[in-house]
């Protein structure tokens, strides 16, 4: 069974960084593509970073330039580096593993407020 448990969400000012981890189990994780995923209230959920099992990486565009994502197959966990938070990037934040079929973990609370 697939388990991915996000953690590292929280608050944070306007500016300011934080770092997500999504740390997986029940799959080979090297041979699969991951990504992050966030949802505000009342809106869809929508890609924010995906990265292949060769390390090839894509970004919406709003976060394109601020947010990296990485991945240490040896921990099987994905992370993703959030800089120069605004307001707008207030969501709940999914991981997510391109299994079949796809599997999210609970999402990890992610507020920018001053």
């Known amino acids: 069974q697939v388990q991915l448990v996000e953690s590292g969400g929280g608050l944070v000012q306007p500016g300011g960084s934080l770092r997500l981890s999504c740390a997986a189990s029940g799959i080979i994780f090297s041979s699969f593509t991951m990504g992050w995923y966030r949802q505000a209230p009342g809106k869809q959920r929508d890609m924010v970073a995906i990265i292949t099992p060769g390390g090839n990486r894509m970004y919406a565009d709003s976060v394109k330039g601020r947010f990296t994502i990485s991945r240490d197959n040896a921990k099987n966990t994905v992370y993703l580096q959030m800089n120069s938070l605004n307001p707008d990037d207030t969501a709940v934040y999914f991981c997510?593993?391109?299994?079949?079929?796809?599997?999210w973990g609970q999402g990890t609370q992610v507020t920018v407020s001053s």
């Open positions: 997510n593993a391109n299994t079949r079929p796809v599997s």
